[in-house]
C-alpha cells in the first residue's frame, strides 16, 4: 500500500511563496512519475505538475510556469512544489499523487493520492 502525505500549505500574502511537500512510501518511489494536482472551491480537479522518476522532465499547466518548480528527493522519498509569485487564483487545496503510466495530466491516470494540503493566497 502506498502512502503520499503532503504538507507546507498555509495562509499567504499575493506575491508570497510556499513549498509543498510530498513524503511517500514504499520502495519503488523512484520508478514513478508524480504529479500536483489542485482543487480550488466550486471547480473541478485541476491538474498542475508533474515530474518523472528520475526527475529528469518535468510539466507544467500554463498558468503556473515560470512561478512553480516541482522537484523531487528520491533518497527521501519526497516530491516538492515551489511556488513563487503566488496570487489568488493559486488559492486552492493542493493534492500530489502517484502516476501510474507517464507525465499525463488526467487525474485517472494517477491511482494514489495524499489527503491534500490547503494553500490560501490573500490579495
Known amino acids: 500500500q502506498v502512502q503520499l502525505v503532503e504538507s507546507g500549505g498555509g495562509l499567504v500574502q499575493a506575491g508570497d511563496s510556499l513549498r509543498l511537500s510530498c513524503a511517500g512510501s514504499?520502495?519503488?518511489?523512484?520508478?514513478?512519475?508524480m504529479g500536483w494536482f489542485r482543487r480550488a472551491p466550486g471547480k473541478e480537479r485541476e491538474f498542475v505538475a508533474a515530474?518523472?522518476?528520475?526527475?529528469?522532465?518535468?510539466a507544467y499547466t500554463n498558468s503556473v510556469k515560470g512561478r512553480f518548480t516541482i522537484s523531487r528527493d528520491n533518497a527521501k522519498n519526497t516530491v516538492y512544489l515551489q511556488m513563487n509569485s503566488l496570487n489568488p487564483e493559486d488559492t486552492a487545496a493542493y493534492y500530489c499523487?502517484?502516476?501510474?503510466?507517464?507525465?499525463?495530466?488526467?487525474?485517472?491516470?494517477?491511482?494514489?493520492w495524499g489527503q491534500g494540503t490547503q494553500v490560501t493566497v490573500s490579495s
Open positions: 499523487a502517484r502516476s501510474s503510466s507517464w507525465l499525463e495530466t488526467s487525474s485517472s491516470k494517477y491511482d494514489y
Open positions: 514504499g520502495r519503488t518511489f523512484s520508478s514513478y512519475p
Open positions: 515530474i518523472t522518476g528520475s526527475g529528469a522532465i518535468t
